[in-house]
Structures are given as structure tokens and as C-alpha cells.
């Protein structure tokens, strides 16, 4: 792929997506394999989605000929001394290379955009039913309405059930992870919802809600917030990511209206119901 067109891809998830948004502290976004070429003439665009890179999404990257993958949670945290097939992780970035693919990671960027995956999480909860208030829970001094997190305040309290039918039905998931607050009913009802995609729990620390909702918990995080009396609603880590991978298929395939881009098929939560 040319390096015209690792540029193109590039400005496209960044219209949506800055790179600026991200949390530097600690997460690594951006494009984390340039496998572009001068000798490479070729301007198509063929991007494939994933949330997570790993061995079988590379191997299916590589069978649909895709040239540029969005990967996003990185696949790459912290420098290499080393580069070797012993670590799988390593082992696809080899094949990537090997085939001339790009990678591109948004993640923290993506949660914290305005109408990025938080905000997705919160229309597909509240689904049904009218919201008096929503704000970012770690507000990005720079970008309006944008930061780590959400916290919802409903019009009128919704009850448990309706709130985690919402979020199968929205998620795509038959079954969901369930905690109840102490002393309360099986279907109470819910006035507030803290929010946030993947691991929630630094970013709910402080903030009081009668439901959070997020992919995963610590067992002493969860804990805390059912014995202060709060629900929680959790479907691992990756289950809350995945699905907003249709909207930026959309995004992008309207902005690069030549590429070709497609969701990954073999990219699944590590987790299943046995």
C-alpha cells in the first residue's frame, strides 16, 4: 500500500476520532505499524476492524487481503528489545509485516469522543426512555462534551429489567453479568447510570449511580458499589466495544467512499459461557 493511502486511512479516523482525545498517561493510539511502501503504487484501501488484534484476526487479514487494519485496543503498549515468533502477539506483527498491513489503534480516543462508544453505551441502555442529563464523568478540558465516561440522569426511574434487556438487545449478547445492590428489590428502579466501556472501574471511582454499567469489575470493585446499595449490569471487557464497530465501519466507508472496509469476523471477546 502506498504511503498516500496509509495517510488517507489515517485523516479519515482521525476526523472522528483526534488523537488528541486519547489518554497519553498511558494508553499507546495512533498508527503503531506503517507498512507502506514508495515502491508500492497502489491507492486502494481495503480496512478491516477489530477490536482486538490477534493471531486469527491477522491470519484474516491476510486471507481478505486487507492493507490497513483498525485495531481498537493497541497490540503494542510498551517498547520492544526484541521482535521474535516465541510471543504470539509478536508473531502477527511479523505476518503484518510480511504482507505490507498498516495498523492503526484509536482506542481511548474513540471512548472519549463525543458519539463515540460511551455514548453509544448510553443510547442503547436508555433506549425507551427519556434523558434528563448526560455528561462526560472525566471531562476533557479541551473538547466539549467529550472525556472519560458517562453519567446518566433519567427522566423518569426505568426498572432493572427494562435497562438490561436494553443492553442485550444493543450489545448483541444473550446473556449479561448481574450484581445487585444490597437491600434492593430484584427489578428496582434506576434514576442514574455511571457508563463506561471496558474496565470502569478507576473512572467510577467517586461517582455515585444507581447502576453502572461497564465490560468488567474488580471482585472488590463490584463489591463496594452493591454493598453501598448500587446495581451493576457487566458483559467483559470487549463485549461493550464491539458492537459500536458497525457505526465506525459506517463512518468510515462514507468518508473513504473508494475503500473497501469490513468488520472482522474470527475477533471475539477471550471469554465464553461453558
Known sequence: MSKVAVSRAVKAVQKFYPIALADKTWDNTGLLLDSSSDNIKSDQLNILLTIDLTQSVAEEAVKKSANFIVAYHPFIFRGLKSITTKDPQ??????????????????TAVDSAYGGVNDYLVDGITYGFDIQSREAIEKDENAQDCGMGRIVTLKKPAPLSKLIGNVKCSLGLKYVQIARGSGTSKDHEVSTIAICAGAGGSVFKGIKADLYFTGE???????????????????????????????????????LQDANVFVSETDRDPYELA
Not at 474488580?218 to 448500587?230: C, D, I, P, Q, R
Open 90 to 107: 509478536q508473531r502477527s506483527l511479523i505476518k503484518l509485516i510480511q504482507n505490507n498491513i498498516s495498523v492503526y489503534s484509536p482506542h
Open 217 to 255: 469489575l474488580s471482585h472488590h470493585e463490584a463489591l463496594y458499589f452493591t454493598e453501598s446499595g448500587s446495581s451493576i449490569i457487566t458483559t467483559n471487557h470487549s463485549n461493550t466495544e464491539r458492537a459500536f464497530l458497525k457505526v465506525i465501519k459506517k463512518q468510515l466507508s462514507e468518508t
